[in-house]
């Protein structure tokens, strides 16, 4: 399995999705991937690192390196989607920041006929981590590619405490737990917290991660707790969980959050919203600030006895998660795809 950046930049699902193939586990550059370092150090991998009958590209970028293992060594390539680099090149949603992004949004308008391609020809299989990825990735390799699904998992020991969790459904505390980065939609739902406020004046939202602005703490209600070590407390105090992506391929946080038995809103471009749909469609919503308030407001507006129904759907929903099922699923699925490519 390649991947991107250093040891502690791999997935630890994708890791534990590793290990259940016995695959090893090898970076393709551990500089930034913006960068023509980082650029030569992924083609050169691809001829480094020796002779595999498969290669499992762990996101878009370590596509690069499959590729020219592909050639060398007629070896099987099955990339991994859970990024949503793709969704962005081929929906020419790419935010520009730099030439190298420029680069890639003009590509997503003028070459997709070449990106389909050279995707159709030079990758054999795909896992997807979720049915959404699964539909974005379809107008890229059509029928062409056969795609399998296996979902992510949480943590083995946040696993077990999230288990134990009983959740204050009565506190109107909204939490969402990511990185600071545009595609997370933290700015939409801290647009959406005055809205909110104006229907629930005690409504609190706490946003837990990196790199997040302190301005976001000028809304009233909204606290930037930044970097939390142990979310067992954070899953404890909520009432609710809130995913505001503007485009989310999975979103384990979520199903962190249903394991301890708190609800979750999500924009509709989140891939988990498979799960979300089992506990109930109306917490779901486009992803914009006005519905994110609908949606958030809608379940504080819930009678106590309806927000215990919901707790208990979610947290059967999350205990599905586990890392010893998902492994095996995992397997499961990686085997059925080499059976189709090699047919």
Not at 5 to 34: I, K, Q, Y
Not at 182 to 191: E, F
């Amino acid at each position: 399995m390649l991947y991107h950046g250093n040891n502690e930049d791999l997935h630890p699902a994708h890791r534990g999705f590793a290990e259940s193939v016995d695959a090893d586990v090898l970076s393709v550059s551990n500089t930034s991937p913006h960068s023509t370092k980082s650029f030569y150090q992924e083609f050169t991998r691809g001829y480094s690192i020796g002779d595999y009958d498969t290669i499992i590209a762990e996101g878009s970028r370590t596509l690069y390196s499959g590729l020219i293992h592909k050639m060398r060594y007629k070896s099987d390539l099955v990339y991994l989607c859970a990024d949503h680099r793709l969704h962005d090149l081929w929906n020419s949603s790419i935010e520009i920041s730099s030439a190298y992004t420029l680069f890639k949004h003009l590509i997503g308008i003028y070459g997709k006929p070449v990106v389909r391609t050279i995707a159709q020809y030079g990758v054999d299989g795909i896992i997807a981590i979720s049915e959404f990825v699964e539909n974005y990735l379809r107008p890229i390799f059509q029928d062409y590619v056969p795609i399998n699904i296996a979902h992510p998992y949480i943590q083995p020991d946040l696993y077990e405490q999230l288990g134990q969790v009983d959740p204050d459904l009565d506190r109107k505390v909204a939490v969402t737990v990511g990185r600071a980065t545009r595609y997370k939609g933290v700015d939409l739902l801290v647009d959406a917290w005055p809205d909110v406020r104006k229907n629930h004046p005690e409504a609190e939202l706490q946003i837990i991660g990196k790199g997040h602005p302190e301005s976001y703490a000028d809304t009233p209600g909204v606290t930037v707790q930044g970097f939390v070590e142990d979310l067992v407390d954070i899953y404890t105090s909520a009432g609710l969980y809130v995913q505001p992506s503007r485009i989310e391929p999975f979103g384990v946080a979520v199903l962190e959050g249903l394991r301890a038995g708190v609800p979750a809103v999500i924009t509709e471009s989140t891939g988990v919203r498979s799960e979300i749909t089992e506990v109930d469609d109306r917490l779901i919503a486009p992803t914009t600030s006005a519905e994110l308030n609908e949606a958030i407001s809608w379940y504080f507006d819930l009678s106590q006895v309806e927000k215990q129904k919901l707790s208990k759907v979610a947290k059967r929903r999350g205990e599905r998660f586990g890392p010893k099922k998902r492994k095996r699923d995992f397997r499961k699925e990686f085997q059925k795809l080499l059976a189709d490519i090699q047919q």
